[in-house]
């Protein structure tokens, strides 16, 4: 249950926020810039590639990794394929994750390995194996770590130290989150900078700049200190709440931006959430729709006992949309078929801007949201 007296109570939600999550939502701007200054000292900003690779592979642990391939990914298109390598093991532990290359793999394909721990000794592993291919490796960890000295001090390894803040360092009850918003713009920030150096994508210094100003925007408009009626992300908390959000995305970077928010409603709100691209979301959750999750499905009963019963759950689109491919849209269809089904609708849309900041606001947004739904419902 959304105790939604928290979200109007900043204090409340700075002694809920043990995890320091509210924080890396509001510093993510800066630790744009924190991690684009560490890949400039890395030389990233100097290279001078002599073409592209013919592959980009990426590893690494939990849902940053995820998305962070992801979204790297969708921004490169179509120009060189970019593949997340799944580890396997017993557990999620350190310890126990192992990477393999895929056999294919060598030397004119580029390996990035991004991690928050930096201790996993199959990346190390895997980071000698592609050494060992004739691969470049380029990493993303904390400084200090194994993993950092596997890389530096190879001839065709390139590290760049994660920009973390102080109280990540910290000894608490809580382990960072994977899906905690500083992490991913942390590891994501210096591969951006790379692979703009190669050419697979488009992201100057000048536009992680404006990037780091949109992030500054958004942490304005949904911080803990403005109220829920102005605030979009708080909007979208209390919305959420008690419900199963189906997350509908319309656009190219809008799709990376859905599973993101769908990842951090698990990760950080412990929320089940549905994440599809419009226009085959329509067909694929039509039917969820059309069942007893349903709000028309199953009328609220007049006489249930509202204090001690909770309500019946049911689902509620999330629309996030960033400008179509050919000015087509799907959206009309989407909003037909949930009202069709009385099921509620919230969309999102991005101010204009490059891909990058569209992008950025989107993301920023949704992990506010999926922050005050943490907090409020005290996970």
């Not at 580029?110 to 991690?115: F, K, Q, S």
């Not at 349903?294 to 009328?299: E, L």
């Amino acid at each position: 249950m959304l105790d939604e007296s928290l979200l109007d109570a900043p204090e409340a939600l700075a002694d809920a926020d043990r995890r320091g999550l509210l924080r890396g939502a509001a510093e993510a701007g800066a630790r744009v810039r924190t991690a684009a200054r560490h890949a400039a000292e890395a030389g990233i900003n100097d290279l001078k590639p002599d073409g592209r690779p013919r592959a980009v592979l990426i590893a690494g642990p939990g849902a940053a990794a995820t998305c962070v391939a992801d979204l790297l990914g969708t921004l490169a298109g179509a120009t060189t394929p970019v593949t997340r390598l799944a580890p396997t093991g017993v557990a999620p532990a350190a310890g126990a994750l192992r990477w393999d290359l895929p056999g294919w793999a060598g030397s004119v394909d580029l390996l990035l390995i991004a991690t928050p721990d930096g201790t996993e000794p199959g990346l190390s592993l895997l980071a000698e194996q592609a050494y060992r291919r004739g691969c470049t490796v380029a990493a993303v960890a904390p400084a200090g770590t194994p993993l950092a000295e596997t890389v530096q001090g190879a001839a065709h390894g390139l590290f760049v130290r994660m920009a973390t803040a102080p109280y990540e360092q910290e000894e608490t009850d809580q382990p960072l989150a994977a899906s905690a918003p500083g992490v991913l713009w942390a590891l994501l920030t210096p591969l951006l900078a790379l692979l703009d150096r190669t050419g697979l994508l488009i992201a100057p210094p000048d536009a992680l700049e404006k990037v780091a100003d949109r992030l500054d925007h958004i942490a304005e408009r949904c911080g803990p200190a403005i109220a829920t009626y102005s605030n979009p992300a708080k909007t979208l908390a209390a919305e959420l709440a008690d419900t199963l959000p189906v997350i509908w995305t319309e656009g190219t970077s809008a799709g990376p931006a859905g599973r993101r928010f769908a990842a951090a409603l698990a990760e950080l709100a412990g929320r089940p959430a549905l994440a599809a691209e419009l226009p085959e979301a329509l067909a694929a959750h039509g039917a969820l729709l059309a069942s007893r999750l349903a709000a028309g499905a199953d009328p609220d009963d007049f006489f249930r006992d509202r204090v001690n019963e909770a309500p019946a759950l049911h689902a509620r689109v999330v629309l996030l949309r960033d400008r179509p491919t050919g000015g087509l849209s799907a959206a009309p269809a989407a909003r037909e078929l949930a009202l069709g089904h009385d099921t509620a609708i919230s969309e999102l849309e991005p101010e204009d801007g490059a891909e990058l900041e569209t992008l950025a606001e989107l993301i920023a947004t949704t992990d506010f949201a999926a922050v005050y739904l943490a907090l409020t419902a005290g996970t």
